[in-house]
Nanobody, 129 residues
């Protein structure tokens, strides 16, 4: 049974930083795609950033490029999202999601989040003064 557990959300002032963590278990392959998605109140879910464990390819939404960094620890089956220069519009519930075919990751991450196979329960990030 695949489990994805997010942590690290919270309240932060504009310009501040947070680091989200996702602990993955139960994935049957050492090669998979995993990443972060978010859903703000009243908005559709969107892909934020994803990484492939097969070749290390990373993908970022334009809105977070230069501010967010995704990283992974294969030994711990963990993925992280370092979020810097946070803005109020980054406020959302952030979800960790994974799929077993890294070849599908870019499209699923950036254009069709419904295609991700496994989801965590989310962690809330609020950027406000």
């Amino acid at each position: 049974q695949v489990q994805l557990v997010e942590s690290g959300g919270g309240l932060v002032q504009p310009g501040g930083s947070l680091r989200l963590s996702c602990a993955a278990s139960g994935l049957t392959s050492i090669y998979y795609g995993i990443g972060w998605f978010r859903q703000a109140p009243g908005k559709e879910r969107e892909g934020v950033s994803c990484v492939s464990t097969s070749d290390g390819s990373t993908y970022y939404a334009d809105s977070v490029k230069g501010r967010f960094t995704i990283s992974r620890d294969n030994a711990k089956n963990a993925v992280y999202l370092q979020m810097n220069s946070l803005k109020p519009e980054d406020t959302a519930v952030y979800y960790c999601a994974a799929l077993l075919d890294p070849a599908l990751l870019q499209h699923r991450c950036m254009f069709w989040s419904d295609g991700m196979a496994y989801w965590g329960k989310g962690t809330r990030v609020t950027v406000s003064s």
